[in-house]
C-alpha cells in the first residue's frame, strides 16, 4: 500500500519560490507515476504535472508552463515540485497522487488517466 505525504508549503509573495515535496512510503517508489494537482476554494480541481516512474518524461497545464518544474529523486522515495514566479492565481491546496503504471502512445508520454493513491495536501497562498 502506497502512502504519500506532502510538506513544504506556505505563504509566499507573488514572484517569489517554493518547493513543494511528495514523500512515498509502503512501496517502491520506483514503480509509481506521480501527479501533482491543485484545487482553490470554491474551483474544481487540477492537473499541474506529472512525472513518469524513471523520472525522464513530464508534462504540464499551460498554466504552469515555464514557472513549475516537477522531478523526482527515487533513492530518496520523494517527488518534488518547484514553484517559481508564483501568481495569486496559483494558491490552493496542493496533492501530489501515484499510479503503478506510465503510459507511452506513439513515442509520446501522457499523465495516468486516474490515480489510486493521494496524500493529504499542502496549502500554497500567494499573497502580496
Known amino acids: 500500500q502506497l502512502k504519500l505525504v506532502e510538506s513544504g508549503g506556505g505563504v509566499v509573495q507573488p514572484g517569489g519560490s517554493l518547493r513543494l515535496s511528495c514523500a512515498a512510503s509502503g512501496d517502491t517508489l520506483d514503480n509509481y507515476a506521480i501527479g501533482w494537482f491543485r484545487r482553490a476554494p470554491g474551483k474544481r480541481r487540477e492537473g499541474v504535472s506529472c512525472?513518469?516512474?524513471?523520472?525522464?518524461?513530464?508534462n504540464y497545464a499551460d498554466s504552469v508552463k515555464g514557472r513549475f518544474a516537477i522531478s523526482r529523486d527515487n533513492a530518496k522515495s520523494t517527488v518534488y515540485l518547484q514553484l517559481d514566479n508564483v501568481k495569486p492565481e496559483d494558491t490552493g491546496i496542493y496533492y501530489c497522487a501515484g499510479e503503478n503504471r506510465d503510459m507511452f502512445n506513439g513515442g509520446q508520454y501522457y499523465c495516468p488517466p486516474s490515480y489510486d493513491y493521494w496524500g493529504q495536501g499542502t496549502q500554497v497562498t500567494v499573497s502580496s
Open positions: 512525472i513518469n516512474t524513471s523520472g525522464d518524461n513530464t
